[in-house]
């Protein structure tokens, strides 16, 4: 796929404006001891699944040539962010309800029927518009592989899948000691993917997942070690980040395991001195998975003729993909509770 763009106005305005929306609205105090709640979490979850689809969005495009490597780096920062707060909301919950852990497996299904439902509206696109042909059998192959129908490979289904699966089955078999079953299903992750040759992206911030569980248990005692010089810690880790990073984009690519940890970190702290306030990040977080798997397709379809557009046409896709995920996240709720998966 190629996304061939004129003039990248539209782009950087988007995310200028979200930013700046974000910053306006949000509040200052001098330090925040719910520093993790769930507004803070869902807001740079929300934002962290944009910045997944402006990574793709660069990842693809061309402007005069030249292709637009600033958000293709940030993927891997944004993607940490995701994984670091579903493993911290899983914890959280777990520590505040009672038998959490029965019935969970219907969660775990229930991001599968998400994964089906998405490549089946995926290949019905497809097939529409691209003119493609495949059928009901390519859909069930493809979902047992953790493809779309198209070959799109959905690495990150799988990863939160099984990361999930390894939650569940840690905190029931070990309660106490189940982090340290959780770290062992991580590392059994990573030596399972490259068994299978899988390509970096697929477990190189794999380890923020464990750390989300970590930031759920010692949440308290972590505020208070960042509050305690907290100017001076910020600094010593803002320039660790920004030298990781600087070499990292040099191509020193073994760096990519350490970035987000560093990041997931840094952000953290970040949180400890501000109330994120945003109705449209909160919302779009009810609806990240759905928009992180639909919305290359609609790219694709959008640019499939290679006719340079304007960037403003790409921020005329957003309401699109949005619409689309709130179809498909009505549709798995409904079929979950047709089911009893709820």
Not at 24 to 50: A, C, E, H, M, W
Not at 181 to 201: A, D, H, P, Q, R
Not at 220 to 233: H, P, Q
Not at 250 to 265: A, D, K
Request: proline fraction near 1%; hydrophobic fraction near 55%.
């Amino acid at each position: 796929m190629k996304i061939i763009l004129s003039d990248t106005i539209g782009f950087d305005l988007l995310f200028i404006v979200i930013v700046a929306i974000v910053l306006i609205k949000s509040r200052y105090p001098k330090f925040n001891q719910d520093y993790l709640s769930i507004d803070n979490t869902s807001i740079i979850k929300g934002i962290s699944v944009l910045l997944v689809i402006f990574c793709h969005i660069s990842m693809f495009s061309f402007y005069y040539g030249r292709i637009e490597s600033f958000f293709a780096k940030i993927g891997l920062l944004a993607v940490s962010i995701f994984i670091f707060v579903s493993g911290y909301g899983l914890m959280t919950q777990y520590l505040r309800k009672n038998n959490y852990l029965k019935g969970f497996w219907k969660k775990i299904v229930h991001v599968y029927i998400i994964f089906i439902i998405c490549n089946t509206v995926t290949t019905i696109i497809n097939n529409l518009f691209l003119k493609t042909n495949y059928g009901i059998k390519d859909i069930i192959v493809s979902s047992f592989q953790f493809n779309f129908a198209n070959g799109r490979e959905l690495w990150f289904v799988a990863c939160i899948l099984f990361l999930y699966f390894s939650f569940m089955i840690s905190y029931r078999l070990f309660a106490k000691k189940g982090i340290f079953s959780l770290f062992g299903f991580t590392i059994l992750y990573i030596v399972l993917c490259n068994i299978m040759g899988k390509g970096s992206w697929w477990y190189n911030t794999v380890f923020c997942f464990p750390l989300g569980v970590i930031f759920a248990i010692y949440k308290e005692k972590i505020f208070l070690f960042y509050k305690k010089f907290y100017w001076f810690k910020f600094i010593v880790l803002l320039f660790m980040f920004l030298t990781v990073m600087y070499f990292y984009i040099q191509g020193y690519h073994y760096l990519q395991f350490i970035i987000p940890i560093i990041f997931v970190i840094l952000t953290t702290m970040v949180l400890v001195k501000v109330k994120l306030e945003s109705k449209f990040l909160l919302f779009i977080n009810k609806i990240s998975l759905e928009m992180y798997l639909l919305h290359l397709i609609v790219l694709q379809v959008a640019f499939a003729n290679l006719i340079p557009r304007s960037s403003l046409y790409l921020v005329m896709l957003f309401p699109i993909m949005i619409v689309i995920s709130i179809v498909i996240k009505h549709t798995s709720n409904y079929i979950c509770k047709l089911f009893k998966l709820t």
